[in-house]
Nanobody, 119 residues
Framework: VQLQASGGGLVQAGGSLRLSCAASGAIVSINDMAWYRQAPGKQRELVASITRADITNYADSVKGRFTISRDNTKNTVYLQMNSLQPEDTAVYSC??????????????WGRGTLVTVSS
């Protein structure tokens, strides 16, 4: 199973970006999906998560600005980021809990995508 993230880039403060992460490979189904970020010199933190039933959870720092969504037909999770601030600058990585066969599930990570917000 591979996760391919895209959509990062450079944006001015107040701007928007949309991240996408598509899963491919030997997938029976995908349970929770999530976005994490790691800023320079800081620990990785959970940004947002979404269950297969579309129940979402957000870090306090992004509530009201970021929206996570998913398309189960495409095995893809999205992160719409609005009102971006310099403190949102980080490498954003996607995570998926994947059922790979009838007996087991595993966590997979995508390669991160850099988001840089200039002031």
């Amino acid at each position: 199973v591979q996760l391919q993230a895209s959509g990062g880039g450079l944006v001015q403060a107040g701007g928007s970006l949309r991240l996408s992460c598509a899963a491919s490979g030997a997938i029976v189904s995908i349970n929770d999906m999530a976005w994490y970020r790691q800023a320079p010199g800081k620990q990785r933190e959970l940004v947002a998560s979404i269950t297969r039933a579309d129940i979402t959870n957000y870090a306090d720092s992004v509530k009201g600005r970021f929206t996570i969504s998913r398309d189960n037909t495409k095995n893809t999770v999205y992160l719409q980021m609005n009102s971006l601030q310099p403190e949102d600058t980080a490498v954003y990585s996607c995570n998926a809990n994947v059922r790979v066969n009838i007996l087991s599930r595993r966590d997979f990570w995508g390669r991160g995508t850099l988001v840089t917000v200039s002031s």
